[in-house]
């Protein structure tokens, strides 16, 4: 169970141009979904947490109007890279939890996001 | 200070032997505590949790857990090849609400066969 799953896992965009990536829980309903973003052998950086019918939390430093988190339903969250540079390319994952408080974070499978 | 701190490593372990982590946090109403197995490339996936103090054991996998000294560990016996990986701590100090999930840098671990 727990299965959170993420599309595309790879794309290649030009700079300018915007893509959007999608995180579905398929067998749980996900109120919260975590955003992270990743470059190369470091950590794990929070990006946002995503509501289901309200506005995402951003964490600082992270541009709100550039990185677009929509969480329309229990069971889906975008998000979506506003005209991407190079600078933006990098290794996003998404997580859910289908219970509050001490259940654990799934992980989509990750898009690794390439800007030319 | 950081929130969850972990020796970054690499940790290197001989094939079958036992690998050991550790991991220490800073909020003292940590509920939940988790541990991570990611490979380059890919995206974290869970192994283990524990709530208690004590040990929990499954397979060849045991997490302990200290919260009077704050620390969680885990433990990786008759390693192998395919254990060889960044382990990641996390920490979660809800109980009836959501929190804030907090991730160590990670563990790197190479088994040399």
């Known amino acids: 169970g727990a299965v959170v799953s993420q599309h595309p896992s790879r794309v290649i965009c030009k700079s300018g141009t915007s893509v959007k990536i999608e995180c579905r829980s398929l067998?749980?309903?996900?109120?919260?979904m975590f955003w992270y973003r990743q470059f190369p052998k470091k950590s794990l950086m929070l990006m946002a947490t995503?509501?289901?019918?309200?506005?995402?939390?951003?964490e600082q430093g992270v541009e709100k109007d550039k990185f677009l988190i929509n969480h329309a339903s229990l069971t889906l969250s975008t998000l979506t890279v506003t005209s991407a540079h190079p600078e933006d390319s990098s290794f996003y994952i998404c997580?859910?939890?289908?219970?509050?408080?001490?259940?654990?974070?799934?992980f989509g499978n990750g898009t690794r996001l390439t800007v030319t | 200070q950081k929130e969850v701190e972990q020796n970054s490593g690499p940790l290197s372990v001989p094939e079958g032997a036992i690998a050991s982590l550790n991991c220490t946090y800073s909020?003292?109403?940590?509920?939940?505590f988790f541990w991570y197995r990611q490979y380059s490339g890919k995206s974290p996936e869970l192994i283990m949790s524990?709530?208690?103090?004590g040990d929990k054991e499954d397979g060849r996998f045991t997490a302990q857990l200290n919260k009077a000294s704050q620390y969680v560990s885990l433990l990786i016996r008759d390693s192998q090849p395919s254990d060889s990986a960044t382990y990641l701590c996390?920490?979660?100090?809800?109980?009836?609400?959501?929190?804030?999930?907090?991730f160590g840098a990670g563990t790197q671990v190479v088994v040399t066969p």
């Open positions: 909020d003292r109403v940590s509920q939940s």
């Open positions: 997580s859910a939890s289908g219970v509050q408080g001490r259940s654990p974070l799934h």
């Open positions: 067998d749980f309903q996900a109120t919260t």
């Open positions: 995503s509501n289901e019918g309200s506005k995402a939390t951003y």
């Open positions: 996390a920490v979660n100090g809800a109980t009836d609400s959501w929190g804030k999930f907090q």
């Open positions: 524990i709530y208690s103090n």
